[in-house]
């Protein structure tokens, strides 16, 4: 995407625009704004591509806040929708975690289950279409086979087909009951019985507080909580592949709010269930199911409250003694946790180079920057002090979108004048920063 004859809806670009604007990762057009992460993508898509032929996969996407995390999250998430995967997505928050004693957990799986999508409902809420779309499907092969929608051979065709699927669940933890509300899903549906329909969709929301409320509406004796709602994710990601799509993945974001319990103990439990969800994973023991978390390098790595504080945890996911942490020009992202690096000179280039674009698209400008005023205005970060570690992403979208802004408002404003006053200011605030290291230091003997 170089010039402004590319055709992008203008929807797609205000609602791109808006959230990379705000520093919040967009639910579509991330495609015409991504640049670098091609090693990071090809090993995501890899896994996919296992998760289709009925394997699993569990990956840690790990960088600094504001470094990408959540925009290769979403792009993967947008590539497996396409194709013909489900998804699920959650961010963790002091009300959703993996486990805790006020139905924490519960309330992560109802948000997953809020947020499940597929290629014709990317938005989320697509659970009632899947199984719609199933249950209709299973008609229209009936009718296929040339057999009459009103007659009894034709009840009985789709009544075995429901039944083929649901007993191949039943085998599994947990597995009786899901079974038992996806028939009683199909038996509402094929009767026209709203409340039926509408029980069974409130227990696979996990919406049910009690066993006896289930019990009474559709006679099933469990109901999804804190302790359980992952084995009815595994659950999900088997039956959609029954369904026919290829898999069920999962996104956990914001993992740092693990972190950040402060009580040990209810830390250490989450992260037994991440502990949970990784040995099944690598172990085979969920068909057809991925799950990314994405965190801070604080969340992985401190050895007092991160992943790391937790002996199993450490031992599976820090680096071998091979690892590449002396050696950054060498890859490795066959690994568990893939560690976000930070974009190089020429990958910011390309980046602002596709904000300008996509800028002028939206808003029917033609505001063009020469390559040496992005250089100029790019090398005032590389000039701040620890930009080599701390400069994200985010901070160039933001501010980079902002000039654009400021430049389309005010006709008579130039780059030169807002580069120059930015390059001054950033200038004197690197030189303050020394200044004051050396006076802290100054008195200081071996």
């Known amino acids: 995407m170089t010039d402004n004859n590319v055709k992008i809806s203008r929807r797609v670009l205000g609602i791109l625009l808006n959230s990379i604007g705000a520093g919040v990762v967009p639910r579509s057009g991330l495609e015409y704004i991504a640049i670098g992460r091609n090693d990071e993508l090809s090993a995501l898509l890899r896994d996919l591509e296992d998760i289709a032929d009925g394997m699993c996969a569990v990956k840690f996407i790990v960088g600094r806040y504001g470094s990408g995390k959540s925009f290769l999250l979403r792009l993967i998430e947008n590539h497996a929708l396409s194709e013909g995967f489900v998804t699920a997505s959650a961010d963790l928050s002091p009300e959703r975690r993996l486990a805790g004693t006020r139905n924490q957990g519960l309330a992560t799986y109802r948000e997953l289950i809020k947020n499940l999508a597929c290629k014709s409902s990317p938005d989320g809420g697509a659970l009632a279409g899947i199984l719609a779309r199933w249950l209709g499907g299973v008609g229209t092969n009936a009718v296929s086979e040339g057999i009459e929608p009103d007659s009894e051979e034709f009840t009985k065709f789709v009544r075995a087909e429901i039944f083929k699927v649901c007993s191949e669940l039943e085998c599994l933890v947990n597995g009786f009951d899901f079974a038992k509300v996806i028939w009683s899903y199909y038996e509402g549906y094929s009767t026209g019985d709203e409340a039926l329909l509408g029980a069974s969709l409130k227990w696979l929301r996990g919406e049910y507080s ?16 804190d302790e359980n709602w992952y084995d009815y994710i595994k659950l999900m990601a088997l039956f959609v592949r029954k369904l026919g799509y290829k ?92 560690r976000l690096s930070r974009l190089t000179g020429d ?80 200038t004197s605030e690197s030189e303050d920063t020394a200044d004051e290291f050396d006076s802290a230091f100054s008195k200081f003997e071996l």
């Not at 709010?257 to 989450?270: A, F, H, M």
């Open 210 to 225: 009690t066993k006896l409320e289930a019990r009474t509406e559709l006679g099933v004796a469990s109901v999804i909580n």
């Open 247 to 338: 898999g069920l993945i999962v996104y956990l974001d914001e993992c740092v709010n693990l972190y950040k319990i402060p009580n040990r103990v209810s830390r250490e439990n989450n992260y037994e269930k991440i502990l949970s969800m990784f040995n099944d994973t690598m172990q085979g023991k969920a068909e057809g199911l991925g799950i990314y978390f994405g965190g801070t390098p604080e969340f992985l790595e401190d050895k007092n409250r991160g992943l790391y504080s937790y002996e199993a945890l450490r031992s599976r996911l820090s680096d071998s003694r091979f690892g590449i942490s002396e050696n950054e020009s060498l890859k490795n992202f066959i690994t568990p946790v893939i």
């Open 347 to 426: 990958e910011l280039f390309a980046l602002v180079g596709k904000l300008e674009t996509v800028h002028n698209l939206y808003y029917k400008c033609d505001i063009r920057t020469t390559d040496e005023e992005k250089l100029r205005f790019l090398k005032i970060y590389s000039e701040r002090m620890g930009s080599d570690s701390l400069l994200t992403p985010r901070e160039v979208i933001r501010d980079f979108l902002s000039v654009l802004n400021i430049l389309m408002q005010n006709p008579d404003a130039s780059f030169e004048t807002l580069i120059k006053a930015e390059a001054e200011k950033a």
